[in-house]
């Protein structure tokens, strides 16, 4: 009986340190993961500290020998990058703001009100998604050229603004809000529009959050767009001034990699400020087959 006894509480200690040691190798392998996946920003970085005749220096360097810090200086001095910053910043966040707007009034449309052929006409909504945007580029360049918008904010920012995957992905988190709060509004004379103000937004903080992080990168981070719709350097935006370093016959890699690193800055800031709704709205949103 002692040795049954004995048997049977030794289990549960067997199996608490297999568990934490499936967890420390899990851990092992997700922090190893990480690592591979900071190494390129790591030789970016480095790269931006070095001299020219560093850069090409076998066996590479992580570690610059001197430090090259002026090279921060030159790589933003030599463009105008103030103004692409400014740029870029102001047609992401109007990108991002707009296009939550109309995502979450569509979504709100396609989920919460009911009208004849809602789900076809969603389903036709989502089926531009399969077209790819280099079909697209020329009518869109078209249109833009015809209504006088090249080179100027609206070709930058209008266009962008509507998103089906968006409003796809906000109509799944409406979809799991309870039908009850909205008839219980509408007893109380509120219409479609407070209801989508007063009562669904604010269950939705989260899942907006994540989805503007990820329209607010998609929009910093755009090339083929800003590069076809403007011309001047007054409307470029980051990206395109990043591309400047690169020329015909040579690439100056560190001041390239010395911006490379700056433009970075603004991402990283904003998603330190919204990690945690983040990680809340990946978490929320829910997929359902409604």
Not at 31 to 49: Q, R
Not at 143 to 169: E, K, M, N
Not at 249 to 270: D, Q
Request: hydrophobic content about 55%; some cysteine; charged content about 10%.
């Amino acid at each position: 009986m002692t040795a049954i006894a004995s048997a049977k509480s030794s289990a549960p200690s067997a199996m608490k340190d297999r568990a934490r040691r499936g967890h420390l190798l899990l851990h092992a392998v997700l922090i190893a993961g990480s690592g591979i996946m900071l190494l390129p920003f790591l030789w970016m970085l480095s790269t931006s500290l070095k001299t020219p005749p560093e850069i090409f220096t076998y066996p590479p360097t992580w570690i610059p020998k001197e430090l090259a810090w002026d090279n921060y200086e030159r790589a933003l001095t030599s463009m105008p990058f103030g103004r692409f910053y400014f740029n870029s910043l102001f047609v992401a966040c109007s990108v991002t703001f707009l296009q939550l707007l109309t995502s979450s009034l569509a979504a709100f449309a396609f989920a919460r009100l009911r009208f004849r052929g809602r789900n076809t006409l969603f389903v036709l909504y989502l089926a531009t998604l399969m077209i790819p945007f280099p079909v697209l580029l020329i009518p869109n360049f078209i249109i833009v050229r015809q209504l006088g918008w090249y080179d100027t904010y609206q070709a930058l920012i209008l266009p962008p603004a509507f998103s089906a995957f968006s409003t796809f992905l906000l109509r799944q988190h409406y979809l799991n809000l309870p039908m009850e709060l909205d008839d219980a509004a509408r007893i109380d004379g509120a219409t479609s529009l407070q209801i989508w103000l007063r009562v669904v937004l604010p269950m939705t903080r989260t899942t907006l959050a994540a989805l503007a992080i990820f329209i607010f990168l998609n929009s910093w981070n755009d090339f083929l767009w800003p590069l076809v719709v403007t011309n001047s350097q007054d409307m470029r935006t980051v990206p395109i001034g990043l591309n400047s370093f690169q020329g015909q016959y040579s690439v100056r890699w560190n001041l390239l990699m010395a911006a490379a690193v700056s433009a970075m800055l603004p991402v990283l800031v904003v998603y330190v400020l919204a990690q945690k709704w983040f990680i809340r709205g990946i978490a929320l949103t829910g997929i359902t087959g409604r």
